[in-house]
């Protein structure tokens, strides 16, 4: 049975971008560049005012009061042509081209207009409130690495590039195959006494999605080998990873492994030593990567948000090490010792110190729900006073 660190290496090893497509700016979002993005435009495009005011020379203030001539007005989108001479100013507004001859801006606050005169009382001050041409970035400039996550504030860098096609990765196709005689789509349980929702693979779509995958389906199979290894040839045969949830351990009906068998499952690794979640096993079937996930939710969760989410990252082309940002805080409620298996405890956060839940068992719904963080013990460690420092992931 491997590490956790040592499945993350292996994850790291096999997780490759799936290949690249071009997409609209409109439809840029969550998606990771597979090109960086080049600014085509300089911004500012030319010396604009920051602030509504008059551009003025600073020659002419030197002995305020002065008044001066408004000779033009200068607006972002209208730019006025002309030339601010000596004893004379421009209106301005945010955004708008400095005119020639300006080269401050004074702001109206400060500013008493009468006719076609402006008049400034005292010294405005040092701030020129002009942003200079390219000050932001300049055409050619490259605004985005490729590998970044178009996130909101990316999409705003890469619009303001002005480029409208942006080089994406692929999202990796997921079907996640839930197993289980007793599993019923959820609002549908009621109706037979043995039944439970099947509540892992909505949680499993969710977070996928969150972490680049498109998941094109969610197929429920009853525990018979036959018919589940028709399922598993139909979703590797359509999918470029395939998720199966349940089945991982040793029961009698546990046919994860086994209904991919007929299309020579090659086991990248079969365990890990982690508690819950020990029975997640990772491989490649007909030429697929294929992720089993144990079957009780609180493990299911925890192992996608471990090992699904740092794959989803690298076959996005993202680095695996972002779906795993550990950071330290201290700990608000204490932790007995852990055994050998390395232990990811359900928290949540308790002002900037982190409460590990009460209610830890593996099967556990609703407290899933209110776990927020998954706080890392590693193995053999001692019992843990509040205030201990611990290893804590964003869940
Ligand atoms: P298994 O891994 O198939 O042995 O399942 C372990 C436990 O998780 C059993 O109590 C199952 O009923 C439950 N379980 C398995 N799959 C799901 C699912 N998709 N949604 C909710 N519970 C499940
Ligand atoms: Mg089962």
């Known amino acids: 049975m491997i ?11 096999i997780a490759q971008p799936l290949g690249t497509e071009t997409v609209s700016i409109a439809d840029g979002a969550r998606r990771v ?19 509504d005011g008059y551009a003025v020379r600073a020659d002419d203030l030197r002995h305020c009061p002065v008044s001066l001539e408004i000779v033009g007005q200068s607006f972002a989108g209208g730019a006025w042509n002309g030339t601010v001479p000596p004893g004379s ?3 301005i507004f945010t955004g708008a081209p400095v005119p020639d001859g300006a080269d401050r801006v004074v702001i109206q606050e400060k500013v008493r ?12 001050g040092a701030a020129r409130y002009i942003r200079e041409r390219g000050s932001d970035f300049a055409e050619g400039e490259e605004l985005l690495a490729a590998g970044r ?48 929702p099947d509540s892992v693979s909505v949680g499993v779509a969710a977070l996928a999605g969150q972490w680049g995958a498109d998941c094109i389906g969610r197929t429920r199979l009853r525990d018979a080998l036959p018919a589940m290894e028709d ?43 982690i508690k819950p979640g020990k029975p997640v096993w990772l491989g490649r079937a007909g030429g697929k990567l ?23 990252a690298g076959l996005t082309g993202r680095a695996v090490a972002e779906a795993l940002r550990w950071r330290t805080a201290p700990l608000a409620s204490p932790l007995r010792p852990c055994g050998g298996r390395e232990t990811f405890h359900r928290g949540r956060w308790s002002g900037s110190a982190v409460e590990v839940l009460s209610f830890q068992d593996s099967s556990a719904q609703k407290a899933l729900a209110n776990a927020d963080l998954l706080v890392r013990q590693p193995p053999e460690s001692p019992a843990l006073e509040p205030g201990a420092e611990v290893e804590v992931l964003e869940f």
């Open 3 to 13: 590490s956790f660190d040592e499945a993350v290496e292996l994850i790291h090893s």
């Open 33 to 51: 560049l597979a090109q960086p993005v080049i600014a085509q435009i300089d911004s500012p495009r030319s010396n604009v005012s920051a602030m």
């Open 89 to 91: 100013c421009a209106r």
């Open 113 to 124: 207009t009468s006719g076609n005169f402006a008049t400034i009382e005292e010294h405005a």
């Open 149 to 196: 996550l178009l996130d909101p504030r990316a999409l705003v860098a890469a619009a303001a590039a002005d480029v409208a096609q942006l080089e994406v990765h692929r999202r990796p196709r997921l079907h996640i195959l839930s197993t289980g005689d007793e599993l019923a789509e959820p609002g549908t349980a009621r109706a037979r006494s043995d039944a439970i």
């Open 231 to 273: 399922a598993a040839r139909e979703a590797v045969g359509r999918a470029d990873l395939v998720v199966v949830t349940g089945g991982a351990s040793v029961g009698e009906k546990d046919f994860a492994k086994a209904m991919f068998a007929p299309l020579n499952l090659e086991l990248v690794f079969s365990k890990v030593s």
């Open 290 to 312: 294929v992720i089993g996930l144990p079957g009780n939710p609180t493990s299911a969760m925890v192992t996608a948000r471990l090992l699904l989410a740092p794959l989803l």
